[in-house]
């Protein structure tokens, strides 16, 4: 349903975002600090899924406002292919499978991290204007 092209797009429209490379891979940052970012599975990650099968398309990794916040994105959005590893465990973010994303969906979690670092007069002008 996503894909990389469309989070460039997405986060072309938030305010300052910048896109970086950290451990080589493609990260978009607001006030130098990461929000979104891609995230492959590293071998230890697969090792850890066992006999499960792991997602095999692109994955977004997306930052959230607290640990608290990561719990209610999760039983929330499940079904819209968001999820996390015992890599993630006490991190506040959330990965996304994007083959199972809506653009909507996909949108509002990238706004939603976009606002975790965002300067407030630049949040507030941004929530002033949807």
């Known amino acids: ?54 997602p095999d398309g692109p994955i977004l990794a997306i930052r959230v406002e607290d640990l608290a916040e990561k719990e209610a994105v999760l039983a929330a959005r499940a079904a819209d292919g968001f999820f996390t590893i015992p890599h993630f465990d006490n991190y506040a973010a959330v990965l996304i499978e994007l083959d199972k994303v809506s653009e909507p969906v996909l949108r509002e979690a990238l706004v939603d991290g976009w606002l975790v670092f965002a300067p407030p007069q630049l949040a507030k002008a941004h929530l002033d204007g949807e």
């Open 1 to 54: 349903m996503a894909s990389f092209e469309d989070v460039e797009r997405l986060v072309a429209a938030l305010t300052e975002t910048e896109e970086t490379t950290r451990h080589g891979h493609r990260t978009w940052a607001i006030a130098g600090k990461g929000y979104a970012w891609e995230r492959p599975f590293s071998k230890a990650d697969l090792r850890r899924f066992g006999d499960e099968t792991p």
